[in-house]
């Protein structure tokens, strides 16, 4: 049995109605199969900086960490400044094992929402994502892309709940099929 550990922040909670929920990992369970166990540690709110302040949690039997932050390193007021967010990058993934993992791009907010849009811009977003996208290709790591991956999505509003960031049943599962096929084509040659 393949065991993989979900690492990031909401997104990977499936935060839904101001709670944390098993959709995304009881989603990716039921697409990987029998054949693999899903853990999830991730931490609503969560930055890199967190992520490192857990690194205890993830399990050194962990045939695969996903990590997925970013998006909250992103935010204007509450993240932090990329040049840290890399230096994160780079602290997690010398503890975890470039070997062992797939890194996931902050999000994408829903740009028709004025009220998350006020955190985040498209220069900071292309910057945190490059930033990731640059780390992961260093150790070699597997990136996915959710900023391609929804930035062109026909009614984009209809990916998202309300306010503007975490995603309905409709997202989740646009990000959960982009992360089940990460995984398999890391962990099944």
Not at 20 to 45: C, E, K, M, P
Not at 159 to 188: E, P, R, S, W
């Amino acid at each position: 049995m393949q065991n993989i550990t979900l690492f990031g922040d909401s997104l990977f909670n499936g935060y839904r109605n101001h709670h944390d929920t098993t959709l995304i990992t009881a989603g990716l369970q039921q697409i990987l199969g029998a054949n693999f166990y899903v853990n999830n540690i991730s931490q609503s709110g969560a930055t890199t900086a967190d992520g490192l302040k857990r690194l205890s949690l993830v399990d050194e039997d962990s045939d695969l960490v996903v990590l997925e932050f970013g998006t909250n390193d992103a935010a204007s007021t509450w993240g932090i400044p990329s040049n840290l967010y890399a230096q994160n990058l780079q602290k997690l993934i010398t503890a975890i094992g470039a070997a062992r993992m797939i890194i996931i791009g902050p999000a994408y907010p829903n740009p028709d929402n004025s009220t998350i849009m006020q955190y985040y811009s498209n220069e900071s977003l292309t910057c945190y994502n490059q930033v990731a996208q640059t780390v992961a290709a260093e150790h070699n790591i597997p990136f996915v892309d959710l900023i391609a991956n929804f930035k062109h999505l026909p009614n984009i509003s209809s990916y998202y709940q309300a306010d503007g960031q975490h995603f309905t049943t409709k997202g989740n599962t646009v990000l959960i099929n982009l992360v089940a096929t990460a995984i398999n084509k890391k962990l099944v040659h």
